[in-house]
Nanobody, 118 residues
Framework: QVQLVESGGGLVQPGGSLRLSCAAS????????MGWYRQAPGKERELVAV???????HYADFVKGRFTISRDNAKNTMYLQLNSLKPEDTAAYYC????????????WGQGTQVTVSS
């Protein structure tokens, strides 16, 4: 049974930081590209960052150096370090796994809520 479980979300003040984790099980983790997406109420889900099976990365323009995606294949875990958070970063953040060469993610996590507010 494939499972992606996000954790680390919460309430943080503007300018603060959070570290999100995505723990994967039931799949050959090292064979998948991994990504973080987010969705705010009333908005479409959008890509935040992706990391290939060997660690190459790509970020959405709105990140502007504030976020860092990483993965530890030995632990079957992916991370997203969120720094300098803004209220507009408030959203549910989702983990996704995608086989190399396919057009969309194969699996999704349940999401973890990030709320940035003073």
């Amino acid at each position: 049974q494939v499972q992606l479980v996000e954790s680390g979300g919460g309430l943080v003040q503007p300018g603060g930081s959070l570290r999100l984790s995505c723990a994967a099980s039931g799949l050959l983790f090292g064979s998948y590209a991994m990504g973080w997406y987010r969705q705010a109420p009333g908005k479409e889900r959008e890509l935040v960052a992706v990391i290939s099976s060997v660690g190459s990365t790509h970020y959405a323009d709105f990140v502007k150096g504030r976020f860092t995606i990483s993965r530890d294949n030995a632990k079957n875990t992916m991370y997203l370090q969120l720094n300098s958070l803004k209220p507009e970063d408030t959203a549910a953040y989702y983990c996704a796994a995608q086989r190399v060469g396919v057009s969309r993610p194969d699996y999704w996590g349940q999401g973890t809520q990030v709320t940035v507010s003073s």
